[in-house]
């Protein structure tokens, strides 16, 4: 079975204070790390693992700048074969466009699978369509919130969606398809450093994302950035430690649930 | 005509209440409500002008290849809408991007606010950390709307019309085969008075004893956000959150959760919520009575020296 792997390079923003500028026109990235996203993790490994059983390739892609060869050259780490970029400078707000930019990369290309991984959402964004729009526009069956494989077969596979308070549901999808991969389904293999020096000796190839540009343009635009609305309501315990940690027990005490 | 499609979000016979997001949304955009339904008795109440259902089964309803094939057939009758409206949750974010897709309409996911005047829509980005405001280049525009968001804006209708449109032949390249339920639990974090709840800020897998030793003092339950879940630190039903469990408990204390919304929609009804982070800026701060501003570990291990 070959396997294609969306891939993208996002900035990890968990712990750091993001900032607007040039009056709500960007954020400001320029000191923030950057790294795979977490859900494309995740998708590489449950690939790797298909292909180690069943045979075929695991093919890395990844639309992005020319920094996006760090997350090609981990996916190769982890067991992919190939890693493809298609370079483009600028960032795509609207997932259609994304995936259109993909759909005549793939057909253009004659790029052969039998199925695609996208991770559920990318970590900056959190659209969560380029799986969706992907499968739709290549006319495959789709499924997002993909938690669980339980077969692969030549024709079909057997998997499992997760949905909302702990429940899943278990589908039949016909091979091709497009399947969007959710965190958790599996256990991410350790990439050492080691493991990335040896697999950027494997040939990335670069393709332009101008050539294959979707024909229509946008269909949603940001009009500016903005910061969350402060709703403030939280009592903050500042102070030393000692005395802030004493104020936490005292609250605990008080709400009657700590003696 | 001018109308608002919404796409009720149903599942084993229940009406999901965050369809009242979605009929907020169209009452704000000031357009007529239209709910399409899936064959079955749901409790809608009268949050729609028209009811249209679709006399097919929940499960090929909730397929967005027939759905596709579904909404072929709505457009074909009532001519395309100014708006169709999901509910973003495992069935919404699915079936709004291939919707989209299928239609070449643009989307836009996880909208949480709408401003009237300047038209364009509210989308968290870098979890809730930004919002990017986004405006529609032609229509008609698909949304995902998150929970709790609008449903205070969901006007009660004097009448509600029921029409009824013929099914879809089911796809075959999809299909539905069974429910799989959750394992079953040792502990049961739904009936716990006091949750201590660890997030990623934990950091990595050895930190858990140290974590449950505390919770163990403090005589709280010990669960978990969803990144700790998905490394499997922690078992699924320990998973407080929109994919996990909803809790209420007199006092859920988070230490080292930022605050996904998905998170936040799993515990935000906690008589009393406190917020211990490093990140000043991590949205559980917004829905926490108390908030420490620490490191996590220094805050357990001093918690763990007081109480000796």
């Not at chain 1, 891939?7 to 712990?15: F, H």
């Not at chain 1, 981990?74 to 493809?84: H, L, P, S, T, V």
């Not at chain 1, 939280?234 to 004493?246: N, R």
Request: with cysteine; net charge negative.
């Amino acid at each position: 079975m070959n396997i294609l792997v969306f891939t993208k390079r996002v900035a990890a923003t968990q712990e750091e204070e993001l900032r607007i500028r040039d009056e709500g026109a960007s954020v400001d990235l320029s000191k923030v790390p950057f790294k795979i996203n977490d859900w494309d993790n995740y998708s590489i490994e449950e690939a790797v693992r298909i292909v180690e059983k069943t045979g075929g390739t695991v093919t890395a892609i990844s639309i992005g700048d020319a920094e996006s060869d760090e997350v090609l050259r981990r996916a190769i780490a982890m067991g992919a074969k190939d890693g493809f970029l298609v370079n483009s400078e600028s960032v795509f707000h609207d997932p259609g466009v994304r995936s259109r930019l993909i759909q005549n990369f793939i057909q253009k290309e004659n790029i052969p699978f039998d199925v695609i991984f996208t991770g559920v959402q990318s970590e900056d964004d959190q659209f969560g369509c380029v799986g969706g729009i992907l499968g739709a526009v290549l006319g495959l069956p789709y499924s997002s919130m993909v938690i669980g494989i339980d077969a692969v077969e030549k024709d079909h596979m057997i998997i499992r969606r997760e949905l909302e308070g702990g429940l899943q549901e278990r589908i039949k999808i016909t091979v091709p398809c497009v399947l969007s991969i959710q965190s958790g389904i599996n256990e991410p293999r350790y990439v050492s450093i080691m493991g990335i020096r040896k697999a950027s000796k494997v040939e990335r190839k670069v393709f332009k994302a101008a050539d294959y540009a979707a024909e229509a343009g946008p269909g949603i635009e940001v009009v500016q950035w903005a910061y969350p609305e402060k709703k403030g309501v939280a009592t903050m315990l500042t102070g030393e430690l000692d005395v802030v940690c004493g104020q936490l027990l005292g609250i605990l005490k008080e709400k009657g649930v700590f003696q | 005509m001018s109308y608002a499609l919404i796409i009720a979000e149903v599942r084993r016979g229940v009406f999901e209440e965050r369809n009242l997001d979605s009929a907020g949304i169209a009452a704000l955009l000031g357009k007529e409500a239209v709910m399409l339904l899936p064959d079955g008795a749901y409790q809608t109440g009268n949050i729609a002008d028209t009811i249209v259902k679709v006399k097919v089964g929940e499960e090929v309803f909730l397929n967005p290849l027939n759905l596709k094939n579904i909404l072929e057939k709505v457009f074909t009758a009532r001519g395309n809408p100014d708006v169709i409206i999901f509910t973003h949750s495992s069935f919404g974010m699915e079936s709004a991007a291939y919707t989209a897709g299928a239609f070449g309409f643009p989307v836009v996911t996880d909208v949480s606010g709408y401003d009237k005047e300047r038209g364009v829509f509210l989308k968290s980005y870098y979890s809730d950390k930004i919002f990017g405001e986004f405006k529609a280049n032609g229509g008609p525009v698909v949304l995902s709307v998150r929970s709790g968001s609008f449903k205070e804006f969901a006007a009660e209708k004097t009448a509600t019309r029921v029409e009824e449109i013929e099914g879809v032949a089911p796809v075959e390249g999809r299909t539905f085969v069974e429910y799989v339920e959750e394992e079953k639990a040792d502990v049961d974090i739904t009936k716990a008075d006091f949750l201590l709840s660890v997030g990623r800020g934990i950091g990595n897998k050895d930190e858990i004893p140290a974590y449950e030793d505390l919770a163990g003092k403090l005589k709280a339950v010990l669960s978990g956000s969803r990144p700790v879940i998905d490394k499997m630190w922690l078992p699924k039903p320990r998973q407080v959150g929109t994919s996990g469990k909803t809790v209420k408990p007199k006092v859920y204390l988070a230490m080292g959760i930022s605050g996904a919304f998905q998170h936040i929609a799993g515990m935000k009804d906690s008589e009393c919520i406190i917020a211990v982070n490093k990140d000043t800026e991590a949205p559980i701060f917004q829905y926490a009575h108390f908030g420490i501003v620490a490191d996590i570990h220094k805050v357990r291990d001093k918690l763990k020296e007081i109480m000796g």
